[in-house]
């Protein structure tokens, strides 16, 4: 049995390696959680089941499905296969490893705790008569149970503590993914002090600065990828972020390149020791990781804002609409400046047009409206879709400037018609970058930008598309995006349910005909057996957008 359990932890730490692994160095120019941790994984219990955790789970959730030709990381995983694969409950090791990982996880932090209390201990002694120090007792101090038992370091423990919210991000358990998420926050900000809380899965952290030294390439390539997570967190539970973006110094210390006035310097200097090693790649990886801070720095606004309108019988709570516009604005900036001094590196590296494009790679024909966008380097093509992301977002929670609400009607239906535009155009360029078949570490960090572009476009064939780049997704690669697809289809039927009783206005007061679809029997009669074939659901107004695997009763 042991050895049966033993081959079972190789095959998953070979899977994690070309999988969860590759996913998670995407913006890091080592290959820290693909090479490092199956490597530290062979001594470090901790480790190894979390990591066997979170490939267990991905081979659960991609296991039935038929994975994606033409992919790099599926060929690798190809190369090795585990003999009784199919015989196995990947979904049962998934759970026993996680909780495993948990176990050892907590015997850690209470090791942690121990630790710091008689290194306090120490230093109390010290400072009192020396004579006293020869008579402290054996008691006060604690032991590991047994001389075997492998301590973790701090770095370790941290790492461990992003896998498991790793793990739960796989899936969106939204609930486990905030305790793991918040505990991953409280080690990072108090691990420089070695004072770890006994229960970090539970308690929010705190958002005090801390003089944390994140100088290793390991420390960094967690720190990011917690910030990454804690990022996309606060977009999807319209929160704040946990890491506070305005820690200047948490923030260099982990190579952000930005003065005290909280500015982006530019990226090519050599002032920072960070460009030591490979400074032409390295300068890539800062530029990504300068777009999560700000855009850590928008979903705040975004939280604080939506805080601020919620209050009742005080509109935003007296904060002026001049100093939400200047907070708008600064970002604004910020984002222009971000983008003016990219490399080219982050310039598409070809456009393919639809007229170019063969109809055979298409799988409805309606890839056609887009325009293929590839890039070099993933982590530049990952980035960029991130970048158009925040661009959507940003125009979308402008604030009204002094003076635009005494505009005319006209004035301000250009302005809502512009920033349509602009939202869309954006959207188009993520829709375009996903087409160009973007590896899987890529594909997976673009379901936050395909979901922001689907609430701007409104062509049916356009949203066809946006949906089966989701739904691949989860089925070649187990990432969960279910809850974005019935979230779009949600608003786009609330969009059509108000089509249609606009529609019912229209021709009850003006005697006009309605050209809707609902209104056009013929139109849906056309169009019936070519959604059909593409496997979309077409029999009415307001569920015709709605794939095959969505529940009965989650349609209007």
Known sequence: MASQDDSNITFLLRYFSEGPGYWMDLFHVGTYFASHIPAKARE???????????????????????PATGDSVTRQTGMIQHPDAPLVDWKHKAAVYYHTAVSLLRQA?????????????????????????????????????????????????????????????LDTSVSEWKKHMNGAASLLLL????????????????????????????????????????????????????????????????????????????????????????????????????LVWLMAKLANFMATDDEISDKVGTPRSGISQRTLFDQWFSLRKQFQLWHKRLPITFTPSGRVASSHRSAQISNDGNDSMFTEIWYLIPMCASTMQAYHMS??????????????????????????????????????????????????????????????????????RERRVILRLLQDIESDIGWATDYRVRRLVKEWQREELEGAVLCHMVTSFGRLPCWCTQCMPSVNAHA?????????????????????????????
């Open 191 to 290: 691990s420089q002090k070695k004072v770890v809380p006994s229960r970090p899965l539970v308690t929010k952290p705190s958002m005090h600065s801390t003089s944390s030294k994140l100088a290793s390439r390991a420390r960094r390539a967690v720190f990011w990828n917690l910030a990454r997570q804690d990022m996309l967190a606060a977009f999807i539970n319209k929160t704040s972020t946990r890491l506070d973006t305005e820690d200047l110094t948490l923030w260099r210390e982990a190579g952000l390149m930005i003065s005290e006035q909280a500015q982006i310097m530019p990226s090519n200097t050599t002032a920072s020791g960070y460009f030591r090693e490979g400074a032409a790649v390295a300068r890539e990886e800062v530029i990504c990781n300068t």
């Open 391 to 460: 661009q959507i977002l940003l125009f979308m929670n402008r604030p009204y400037e002094s003076g635009v609400a005494r505009d005319t009607v006209v004035a301000r239906m250009n302005y809502y018609q512009s920033v349509q535009a602009i939202c869309q155009s954006h959207s188009r360029e993520i829709v375009g970058i996903s087409l160009a078949r973007a590896d899987k570490a890529v594909r997976i960090h673009s379901v936050e930008p395909l979901f922001t572009a689907g609430q701007c476009l409104s062509d049916e």
């Open 528 to 556: 019936a057996p070519k959604q059909a074939s593409q496997n979309y659901y077409f029999r009415a107004h307001n569920d015709r957008y709605l794939p095959p695997q969505v529940p009965v009763e989650m349609r209007l």
């Open 109 to 169: 932090l209470d090791r942690e705790v121990a630790s710091s209390s008689e290194s306090k201990y120490d230093r109390r002694q010290c400072n009192q008569d020396p004579a006293s120090t020869s008579d402290r007792s054996a008691p006060r101090r604690r032991r590991t149970p047994s001389s075997t038992s492998f301590v973790s370091s701090a770095e370790e423990i941290l790492t461990a503590t992003v896998l498991l919210c790793f793990y739960e991000f």
């Open 44 to 66: 470090n219990p901790l480790l190894r089941y979390a990591a066997a955790a979170c490939a267990a789970k991905a081979l659960t959730r991609v296991q039935k499905h038929k």
